[in-house]
């Protein structure tokens, strides 16, 4: 049987998305259990894939200058190859397979417009790509990810 996430799994894992870093033993204090308790729970849902793995975030002098999302429509049963290529471009940062006109959306992440248009133009020339269309991305919103 599956174990529900509860209120102190939320906390755990809300305090990780905020810094992945936090050592156990301050988890443990903000949360109020011993540092094994926490331990236990954090292998539990790491187990369980709740908690998939823990991450890097730039801040904003460290990131990539330009970012743009590139909507791609492919040729027939070419999905495979195509994100497979798509994997192997470092400035190509995320695919996302979506319903609709297009096939897949590919976020794209340059520190030039030279670079950009460099990138953009191999995606478009890639085999298995029928049509593309592009967006530069001018300011993140918000972001819950």
Partial sequence: MKRQIDETDRRLIT???ENARIPTAALAREVGLSRSAVQERLERLEKAEVIKGYTVQLGDHAKPVLLAEVMIQLEQKQSVGVVGALQK???CI??????????L???VAANTPEELDGVLDRIGGMAGIKRTSSSI???TKFDRR
């Fill in 105 to 107: 959306i590919a976020e």
């Fill in 89 to 91: 471009i470092p400035h």
């Fill in 137 to 139: 991305i001018l300011s």
């Fill in 15 to 17: 305090r990780l998305q």
């Fill in 94 to 103: 995320r695919c996302l397979a979506v319903s609709g006109e297009y096939d």
